[in-house]
Structures are given as C-alpha cells and as structure tokens.
C-alpha cells in the first residue's frame, strides 16, 4: 500500500523528458565513436544511455550496415538459432479506459464486447494445444470484472486444459496493471511473464492518449512492473507501443526502464517488446510519428545491441515479410497462426474483427511459419524448461552466460520441435524438421549422446522430456 501511494505521489520518475532530449540532441555520431560503442556491445555489455542516443543519431548507410551486422552476429551468438514460439489468448475486451488508439477503447461504440465463459476459454485452450502451441499470452482488457482472482482462475483453466499428450506449459500475461496484493494473487496460478507496455514514455503524449481511467495515470503503469517485482513475479516484460512519439524517443525510454529495473532489483526486464500502432475498428486516430519499415528495423537492431541479454518479441502486427527481415536483427520470441478475436480460435466467426483490437497482418497458421523458419535454418522452439526448472528473474541472468544456450537452450528447442514433428507436423513438414534437427544435434558440443538418447525417448512415447 505505500509503495501505491508513494508512486502515485511522486512527480519525478527514472524518465525525464528533458534530459532525454538534451541526450539526443548532444549524441553526435561519430564513425569512430560508433564502432567503439558496437564493439562494447558485441562484447555483451548493456550499453548506456548516451551510448544508445548515438546510435539512434547514425545518419551514414554504411554505419548503419554495421549496426544492422553486428545486432545479426550478437543474436546468433546469444540466442543461437532458436526462436521461441507462443500464441496470444485474449480472454475478454471490456475496458474502463480510453486509449485513443485502442479497439477496445470505452467510448468505442463499434466494438463487440465479449469475455470468455469457462466453457469457452477450455475450447480455445483445446484448439491452440491442437495446433501445437506449448506457450500462451492471456491478454485482458483494464475492467473490474478482470480482478486478480478471475485473472488467476482463467490462468489455472488454462494450465488444467490438456488434449492427449498435449498441454500448455507456460502463461505469461499481459493485463491491467496491479497493486502488489493483486499481483500475488496472480503469480498464485504460476505465471511466466507478466507483461506491461508504457505505450509512449513521453508523459504530456502519454497524458492526451490515456484521457479517462487508471491508465491515465502515468506514475502507476511506470512502476506497475516495480510492484510486480515486489510481488515476487521474476519476469517481467516492459515495451513501447511505436508510433504514439518520436521513436528514438521511446528507445531511450525503454533503456531508461531496464537500468532502473536493474538497479532495483539487479536484474532487468526479461524482454522488450515493440509493437507498432495498427488500425482498429471504430478508431481514427492519426498520428505523426508513425515509424516506417526502415525505421523499425532501426529500432529492433538497436534495442538488440543496447540490451544484449533481454529477449526480444516481434508480434504478428507485422507482415510476413518485414517478420522475416527482423526476425534476423535481434528477435528471439515471435507468435504463430495468431488469432486475436475473442473466441476465434475454437470457432470461425466473420465478426472477428468486431471483437479485435487492432489488425493483424500475419495470419499464416502456426505450421506454415515453422516450415519457414525450418527451411531457414531456424529452431523453433516451445521450450519452457527454465521457468518450470526454477530459472527465471537472476537466475536467467546468471546462465545466459556464454556457454548456457549450447548445454540447455538449444537441444531443449530440439527436444520440443520433435515433440511437435511427432504430434502435430503434417509429413512434409516432419522431413524437413526431422533433417534439422539430425544436423543440430550432430553439432552439439556438450551432452551430445544424452540428446540422442533423450530423442529416443520421445520417438518412444515420452514427452516433456528437458535438461
Ligand atoms: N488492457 C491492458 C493494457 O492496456 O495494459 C492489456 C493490454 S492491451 C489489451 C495490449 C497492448 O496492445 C497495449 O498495451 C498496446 O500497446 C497494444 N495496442 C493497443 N492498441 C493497439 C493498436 N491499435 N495497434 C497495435 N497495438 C495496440
Ligand atoms: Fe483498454 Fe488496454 Fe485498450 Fe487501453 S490498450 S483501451 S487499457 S485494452
């Protein structure tokens, strides 16, 4: 309770408007400078404010060839060729706010509302399982019949729901945000991520874009993570919804957010995450800082050289093309065959789009995105081992050490790509994974046979099967 009235109180936060203008106005971007500030980040270093003000202030093609290179090299290096793969789940899409740029805004008349009964949150859960999918984000509307309790009974529903050998091994949630009391309340059910985004960092925007509600209050949602933290929630997930402000603004904000993060709490947010605005029904807001494709393949390759360590998530908003570039600069998690009307999953409704937030321009089915990312190379990977090993908050931090994606990541990813060859690949698709995964597993450095023989128990039946 006093860390609530505290924050709701304080008028100075870790963002300060000016000084972030001061530091991109002063930030000249030197080659020499640059390469030095690229080099410190291959290194693995989190870079520094002023560091990453530089970078956004890059004018010069080829110094932005290197930065595009060196974001390719250190996620390779990091995150291996792994791509972690979840779904959204949205449970309901009542809201007492009014984000102007949001479908599900209070005022929007155009909107259908809807929540999930038990019933019908089982028969989603069913039909994502069906498809494969081992990781979810349960996503809410801001509205009181969205309490910490019914939060933590719709995630237990989720946990409880299995079809065959299949199962939903991981929640991470992206909802409202809390008071401390309620985030326990939330982690009771066993929780992954719980994800916030501050929309823009900028207070006056953020002020005219949230007129009405408890999101209008910019102080609460900027520390919402730092309650959740308080909580004992380990993972927490921070973005910036682009295109509300000046980009390079918001990339300073996010820096901003990890450091204060890690200097509370040694240890900063487990991923970022960086959706553009999208249209949405019954919404005609326009903005002046929409940020273009090259633009955001800025923000993603900088976001990746800035904070090494932080896993990066790239949502279907984006087309199918634009994933496919980005996918290379940085980003480690990404959703497949998303649906985002309530309900649309367990059935075809031609009123989806009355019941979304925004528009999705991906909607390749999860199977077609992973023949794509095998045939490029890339393991898809449902791997949750971590968070169910005890791994999460410090202790990420502590293995995501050289060496730590090679012993665990990788033939974790391998053991759940042929999980899902053997339960839910169509044949054309088992041959090109099952190649794939021949090849990796030859590769590995450590454990090399107890892999093999850990594939064999899942070609014998066996699931679940992790280091
Ligand atoms: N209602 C909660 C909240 O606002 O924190 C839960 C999350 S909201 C359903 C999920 C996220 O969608 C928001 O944080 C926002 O960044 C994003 N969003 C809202 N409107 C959008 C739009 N038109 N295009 C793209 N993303 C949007
Ligand atoms: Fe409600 Fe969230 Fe949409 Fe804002 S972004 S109107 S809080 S659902």
Redesign the pocket.
Known sequence: MYVFLKERLEAKSFIDPQKICEELEKAVPEKEKVRAIIQKSLEKNRLSPSEVATLLNVQDKELWEEIFEAARKLKEEIYGKRIVLFAPLYIG?D?I???VY?????SNREVQRKTLTFDELRKEVEALVSKGHKRLIVVY??HPKYSPQFIAETIRTVYETKVGHGEIRRVNVNA?PQTIEGYKIIRSAGIGTFQIFQ?TYHPEVYRKL?PK?P?SNYNWRLYALDRAMLAGIDDVGIGALFGLYDWKFEVMGLIYHTIHLEERFGVGPHTISFPRLKPAIGVDFKSKYAVSDEDFKKVVAIIRLAVPYTGMILTAREPAQLRREVLKLGVSQIDGGSSIGIGSYSKSDPETLKKS?FTLYDTRSLEEIIQELLKEGYIPSFCTACYRMGRTGQHFMEFAVPGFVRKFCTPNALFTLKEYLLDYASAETREIGEKLIADEIEKLEINKEIAKKYLKRIEAGERDVRF
């Not at 949001?102 to 209070?106: A, D, S």
């Open positions: 899409n809201c706010n009014d984000c949001c479908g599900f805004r209070n509307g801001e409202a929309e949230h509600g999101k937030q």
